[in-house]
């Protein structure tokens, strides 16, 4: 019980502190009752390039997520809230080389770790907006050196060579929020479905509008996503917003863009989800064929 009462205590401070009070459970009798009585799950999400079986590591190199969500019905649709931690790393292209030979419009070493809490509402239309709050840091505080030298060394895989030079410490915060409109239905077993997200603050700045179109059932599909992100702030790439940096960085291309092509199955207790991203170059001043970058995305939820 101590738990759940802490747990009600974080997303209570932090829905009131947001700005969509008409959309979201925001009042702390909703979240109690959400912790309490709502249908709980565990969602593990993998980013991996490592995964595509290729033995590389380069730029987004990995991303680990667990979360933890609660669900409840209510007379338009569904409210959820949770929590969930993280941590990502980057690397430039080639991790065997040392700092010094690391090109000038390489990616630089970055990691980042966080965790944060959210909210949602899902709408009977198939409508949904949610916001969350992200606290972690990035630099040698988010660990992402001694995970990948870790990771290299049980997979046998080249050790990294460069971390020396990572992006250097700050605590970061970045909120979110984002929505999806209703799908459209465009065929029998076939329809698409828009969205709008943005993330503020010190380590991510940017707004990126996508589209998912999918065919199949409820119990299985395929999916193609696509991406257009404009990027106002990316630390892993600039560094920290408020730090001196006397490492090197790069400036971030405005605009970037992403597909993802996978499949999903559901069942009543769990949901599997597979997908290849292929994301565009991120680094201005970099070459569009040696910036772009691929990764296998799996996300497991029971």
Request: glycine residues 10%; charged residues 20%.
């Amino acid at each position: 019980m101590k738990r759940i009462s802490f747990a009600a205590l974080l997303l209570a401070i932090f829905v009131d502190a947001a700005c969509f009070a008409g959309e979201l459970p925001v009042s702390k009798l909703e979240i109690d009752q959400l912790l309490a009585t709502g249908r709980a799950s565990m969602t593990v999400d993998i980013d991996n390039d490592s995964l595509l079986l290729n033995r590389s590591d380069g730029f987004y190199t990995s991303g680990v997520r667990i979360s933890k969500s609660y669900r409840l019905p209510v007379d338009d649709g569904w409210h959820s809230a949770g929590w969930r931690v993280g941590q990502q790393m980057y690397t430039p292209s080639n991790v065997r080389l040392l700092p010094e030979q690391i090109g000038r419009f390489e990616h630089p070493y970055a990691g980042w770790i966080y965790a944060g809490v959210w909210s949602r509402a899902e709408h009977a239309d198939g409508s949904d907006v949610a916001v969350g709050l992200d606290l972690g840091c990035i630099g040698p505080c988010s660990g992402g050196r001694l995970t990948q030298e870790v990771s290299h060394r049980w997979l046998n895989q080249p050790k990294p060579r460069g971390w020396a030079s990572q992006i250097r410490n700050e605590i970061g915060v970045v909120l979110s929020a984002g929505g999806r409109a209703p799908a459209w239905k465009l065929a029998p077993y076939l329809d698409l479905r828009p969205g709008l997200a943005f993330r503020l603050g010190n380590i991510f700045t940017d707004l990126t509008a996508d589209a998912t179109l999918r065919a199949g059932t409820i119990g299985s599909s395929v999916f193609l996503r696509g991406a257009i992100r404009a990027v106002g702030y990316d630390a892993t790439l600039q560094g920290g917003l408020f730090s001196d940096n006397d490492v090197r960085t790069v400036k971030p291309r405005r605009w970037t863009g992403e597909a993802e092509l996978g499949m999903q199955w559901l069942k009543s207790q769990w949901a599997l989800r597979i997908s290849f991203v292929r994301r565009s170059n991120e680094i201005s001043g970099l070459p569009a064929r040696e910036g772009t970058q691929n990764f296998l995305r799996v996300s497991v939820t029971w």
